[in-house]
């Protein structure tokens, strides 16, 4: 069964560093998302994205945060310098147009 | 702007009873609703999903909801609950934008707790 994977699984990283966290959606998905869930809190949108462009992003997504599909698989969240309320789960997931979204397992960042 | 409305934080059952985990939505239309499970650790899994087709909706592992338009409501239940089924429980509305995408209106979520 095909399913959106997300690497790393953990991120470990220093206030104001760069970090990438990358996922490949399932491969005939046209429409690409990432929430964050921050610990203990609900699991927040934070962008989506169809046809190589933003299609919609929340209050959440400010200028340190951006989105790309490199190449025709990969799909990453970089965010330019880490703060430590940027310590969450990052989830990535991917749908057909108003379908189910499917999601990875997300990528546990940690921002010292 | 739609919302969902997740009654209870924390529920816990015996195992063998049943499992009733409450949700009222807020949508201006007939809105797309799910239920995910987070187990601890885990990632989001699907466990069933209404989009206008039958009120009554069964999912994986036993679970069904039922969506009742009078009441805004679409709970999640369980005629008897296994110990793994203790985990995390998301009610989901899909909302739909002008650019055509559907984002994810979580709840904040109802703990399941299962007892020995």
């Known amino acids: 069964e095909p399913e959106v994977t997300q690497t790393p699984s953990h991120q470990v990283t220093q206030m104001g560093q760069e970090v990438i966290l990358r996922c490949v959606p399932i491969?005939?998905?046209?429409?690409f998302y990432w929430y964050r869930q921050i610990l203990g809190q609900k699991v927040e949108f934070l962008v989506s994205?169809?046809?190589?462009?933003?299609?919609?992003k929340s209050e959440i997504f400010d200028d340190q945060f951006s989105v790309e599909r490199p190449d025709g698989s990969n799909f990453t969240l970089k965010i330019r310098s880490t703060k430590l309320e940027d310590s969450a789960m990052y989830f990535c997931?991917?749908?057909?147009?108003?379908?189910?979204?499917?999601f990875g397992p997300g990528t546990r960042l940690t921002v010292l | 702007a739609q919302s969902v409305t997740q009654l209870d934080s924390h529920v816990s059952v015996s195992e063998g009873t049943p499992v009733l985990l409450r949700c009222n939505y807020s949508?201006?239309?007939?809105?797309?609703l799910f239920w995910y499970v987070q187990h601890p650790n885990k990632g989001l899994q699907l466990l069933l999903k209404?989009?206008?087709?039958?009120?009554l909706v069964k999912g994986i592992n036993g679970f069904e909801a039922e969506f009742k338009k009078s009441e805004t409501s679409f709970h999640l239940t369980k005629p008897s609950a296994h110990m793994s089924d203790a985990a995390e429980y998301f009610c989901?509305?899909?909302?739909?934008?002008?650019?055509?995408?559907?984002?994810?209106?979580f709840g904040t979520g109802t703990r399941l707790k299962v007892l020995a």
């Open positions: 994205f169809y046809n190589n462009e933003i299609s919609e």
């Open positions: 491969s005939n998905h046209l429409y």
């Open positions: 989901v509305v899909s909302e739909g934008s002008t650019s055509g995408t559907y984002k994810y209106i």
């Open positions: 209404y989009t206008s087709a039958a009120t």
């Open positions: 949508s201006s239309y007939s809105p797309s």
């Open positions: 997931a991917s749908s057909e147009r108003r379908g189910e979204q499917f």
